[in-house]
């Protein structure tokens, strides 16, 4: 009798725990939820700052009007206090079940607090967790910096190439002046130098350059006896003879040029969008590899011979070079100190002019 008494007295306090616990469990879940109805609004009208600092940029920079500006700020008004109250009615639902329950359900709304600014919903059937959903208090932007100073962008070069060689001018160069180009792309940093001025940049980054010559007067590149890379004529009537060098290369500009700064409340940018740029500055890198393309008629048959060799080339480049131009298009021009042949008797040094966009 007395092991039964001492078990019943055993199962009713047990009782007496999980039904407190049950209680202090539904009220926090109640605590929790009208927590979140302060922060639903104060996301929906952050959000709102966030979309009408868009709409005034478009509008400062003519892409659009201003009475559709107006319209769109009416819209995104209107819109924000949808959403608040639709997801406060929501939240006062979930409140009132929970309420007029006292926490016991069959199928009840589990809340928990995930981490700060965030809600996640869950249905437990059966006392087993089922599918859960977070909601978010903050904007979709996490977290937005008020000064950027770093920038990247894709860079594209494109132009004409050729070489100076010593003791000629370009118009004695072997090589075509309009067949001979270049193509060049790349990554790059852009860094604001000054912490208040925008004037003066430091654009750094990484691009691989492709140098291509185009060989006239029937005549390609080869190893003489002594390993030196020089023109001999080729023994048919070549349609085509193109070298061309492979290069990696880490520029590094110092930018100068005008910037418009725009600040709002949660930002402060400066703006390239159609200013004047001016850059100069050096690379340095390596050769990753050389060929040569040879196109001729033999015995009545159109032949192709792509050569990769070593023609003797330097491994080592740098140079020198400059931009200037408005927004991203630049007018490009580079230099390379280093002569393209190693033990060359007459040394030769690539140069290129094109066109350059930052992207």
């Known amino acids: 009798m007395k092991t039964i008494t001492t078990f019943a007295l055993f199962f009713f306090t047990l009782f007496v725990v999980n039904s407190l616990a049950a209680q202090e469990d539904y009220e926090k879940k109640i605590e929790v ?5 302060a922060k639903i609004t104060e996301q929906e009208k952050d959000a709102l700052k966030y979309e009408v600092a868009d709409i005034n940029e478009r509008f400062e920079d003519g892409l659009i009007s201003a009475e559709e500006a107006k319209t769109l700020k009416e819209a995104a008004a209107q819109k924000r206090a949808l959403n608040i109250e639709n997801r406060l009615m929501i939240i006062d639902n979930q ?11 069959l199928t009840h709304i589990k809340v ?54 010593d003791g000629q001018s370009l118009d004695e160069s072997p090589y ?22 925008n004037f003066l940049r430091l654009n750094y980054g990484f691009s691989f350059q492709f140098n ?27 349609q085509k ?9 880490f520029p590094v ?24 740029r001016l850059g100069i500055g050096a690379y340095g890198g390596f050769n990753l590899g050389t060929r040569q393309k040879l196109k001729y008629n033999q015995d ?33 021009l580079k230099y390379d100190l280093n002569p393209i042949f190693s033990n060359a008797e007459i040394e030769q040094r690539n140069v290129s002019l094109g066109l350059r966009f930052d992207l």
Do not use: C
């Not at 939820?33 to 109805?37: M, V, W």
């Not at 409140?95 to 359900?105: D, Q």
């Not at 002046?177 to 912490?195: A, I």
């Not at 003879?241 to 290369?249: G, P, Q, S, T, Y």
């Open 241 to 249: 003879a193109k070298f061309r060098m492979d290069n990696l290369v």
């Open 212 to 238: 291509g010559l185009k060989i006239k007067d029937n005549q390609y590149l080869v190893l003489n006896d002594q390993g030196n890379a020089e023109l001999q004529d080729f023994d048919f009537e070549l």
């Open 300 to 332: 009545g048959d159109s032949v192709k011979d792509k050569l990769k060799r070593d023609y003797n080339t330097n491994d080592l480049i740098y140079g020198l070079s400059a931009y200037a131009g408005f927004d991203g298009v630049l007018l490009y």
């Open 95 to 105: 409140i009132a079940l929970l309420e007029r329950n006292e926490g016991v359900l």
């Open 33 to 37: 939820l009208k927590s979140q109805k």
């Open 253 to 276: 500009h110092l930018e100068f040029g005008p910037s418009k700064l725009k600040k709002t409340e949660k930002t402060m940018r400066y703006s390239l969008h159609n200013q004047f």
């Open 176 to 197: 075509k002046l309009g067949g001979s180009r270049f193509f060049e792309m790349g990554w790059q940093w852009r860094t604001r130098v000054f912490q208040n001025t």
């Open 112 to 165: 928990d607090s995930v981490e700060e600014g965030q809600i996640r919903i869950g249905i437990d059937i059966g006392g087993k967790p089922g599918e859960s959903f977070i909601f978010n208090s903050k904007p979709w932007k996490k977290e937005i910096k008020y000064d950027r100073r770093t920038y990247s962008d894709f860079v594209l070069a494109v132009g004409l190439n050729n070489a100076i060689i």
